[in-house]
C-alpha cells in the first residue's frame, strides 16, 4: 500500500471514528432490528472503514515489535515471532469492532438514512470524497489558517487606527508573531 493510499484510508477512518465518538453518546439507549444493523454494515463498509478496522491490529502488533526491538535488539526474532502468534491469536475480536460500530451507527441514524450513506459512498462522488477528502480538507485548513492571519493583521491595524482617533496617540500593542 502506498503511502498515499495510506492516508486516504486514514482520512476515511477518521471521517468514520469521529462519526463513532459523536454518535456513541446518544446509542447507548436505543434498541435496533437485525435489518437496520444489516443496513449500518453496509454503510460501514461502503465509507472503506472495514479497511481501518482490518488494518488495526497488524498495525498495532508492528507498533509493539518496533517498541519492543528498540528495547532488546538482541531478542528481534523472537519478539517478531511471538507478536506475530498472539496477533494472529487476537484476529476473531475483530469482528467486535465491526458490530460496535454497526450498533453505534444504526442508533444514530435510521435505516433509510444508512441505506442513502451506503449508496453515496458507493458512488463515484462518494469514492472520490473518501480519496480526495482528506487532502481536501488539509488545504481548506491551511487556507483558513492564511485568512485568520490576514484577517487578524487587518483587524489589528484597523482598530488600532480607529482609536487612535478616538482617543489619540497611545503606546501601540506589538505585532503577534506566528
Do not use: C
Request: glycine letters at 6%; proline letters at 3%.
Amino acid at each position: 500500500m502506498t503511502i498515499l493510499t495510506g492516508l486516504k484510508r486514514f482520512g476515511a477512518g477518521m471521517i468514520v471514528i469521529s462519526s463513532l465518538a459523536t454518535a456513541s453518546h446518544s446509542a447507548l439507549a436505543q434498541e435496533v432490528s437485525e435489518d437496520h444493523l444489516a443496513a449500518a454494515r453496509t454503510a460501514i463498509a461502503a465509507l472503506g472503514a472495514t479497511d481501518q478496522f482490518d488494518a488495526l491490529i497488524p498495525g498495532t502488533a508492528e507498533q509493539l515489535k518496533v517498541n519492543l526491538i528498540r528495547a532488546n535488539a538482541d531478542l528481534q526474532e523472537v519478539i517478531s515471532a511471538t507478536v506475530d502468534e498472539e496477533a494472529l491469536k487476537i484476529v476473531p475480536r475483530r469482528g467486535d469492532l465491526e458490530k460496535e460500530a454497526a450498533q453505534i451507527y444504526a442508533k444514530s441514524f435510521s435505516k433509510e438514512e444508512l441505506l442513502a450513506i451506503a449508496d453515496f459512498y458507493s458512488s463515484a462522488a462518494g469514492k472520490k470524497l473518501i480519496e480526495n477528502g482528506p487532502l481536501v480538507i488539509r488545504e481548506v485548513m491551511k487556507a483558513a489558517e492564511i485568512w485568520s492571519s490576514g484577517m487578524a493583521r487587518d483587524l489589528r491595524v484597523n482598530v488600532s487606527k480607529t482609536l487612535e482617533e478616538k482617543v489619540g496617540e497611545r503606546p501601540t500593542m506589538p505585532e503577534a508573531k506566528p
